[in-house]
């Protein structure tokens, strides 16, 4: 079974590090890009395309349009973390978890309890005013009566602190995430089709033992992956806790 091979590979591990993207919260009902039933393939009949609308210069251009988009597609604050969220925070409190570097912007990790969490692609729980750089909760984003929301200080335009397209990176985050795939022993990587750069880049950086791909869906690193691993991240997590006694 594969599932006892990555279980082996886990208790000899000191230095673990995850490396997910949007995959790892489609079993929390939040969807993902690129898969058959992704964001991408179901809204087909808008005026632009998501890539479009979450890029900076439309944000810049159009903001009530992107707002409308952005609290209607990409806002799921009902979601729950699943079992790779609660699996990684308990490998986390084992300490042979190290960092969970993330492409994703839905803060389920830190729900899960996980603390030393790189958001490559920043968070929708952070928001700032473009003005004066006042900070915003989602919620105080989600309640605004108005369709842009604006900072009650000096009116400025409240930006989601996410990144889009045409923007770069937090330089902090980009190091940090480097620093910590670079010095793991084990590299999961898990939900992400290994497409969108530079973030997909930094798989790159390995040097340890062995990587491990948990993906429903082909990627172009499946043939260099240790082992592969095909199930839904959720279930299959969720039974290495069970295995691990977690």
Known sequence: MKENTLVEWIQESQNIVFFGGAGTSTE????DFRS??????SEEKLPYSPEVMLSRSFFVKHPEVFFDFYRGKMLHPEAKPNGCHHFLASLEK??????????NIDGLHQAAGSVNVLELHGSVHRNYCME?????????VMSSSEVVPKCPVDGGIIKPDVVLYEEELNHDTLIQS???ISEADLLLIGGTSLTVHPAAGLITYFRGKHT??????????????????TEPIGKVMEKLAHQLGL
Not at 28 to 31: D, K, N, Q, T, V
Not at 212 to 229: C, E, F, G, R
């Open 212 to 229: 491990v791909l948990l993906n429903t869906d082909p990627t172009s690193y499946d043939h260099k992956a240790d082992l592969l691993l």
């Open 132 to 140: 004066c750089g006042c900070f915003y909760s989602l919620d105080e």
């Open 94 to 103: 084992q300490g042979r978890l190290k960092a969970v570097v993330t492409q």
């Open 36 to 41: 058959a039933a992704g964001l991408y393939q």
């Open 28 to 31: 929390s009902g939040i969807p």
């Open 178 to 180: 480097i620093q910590a």
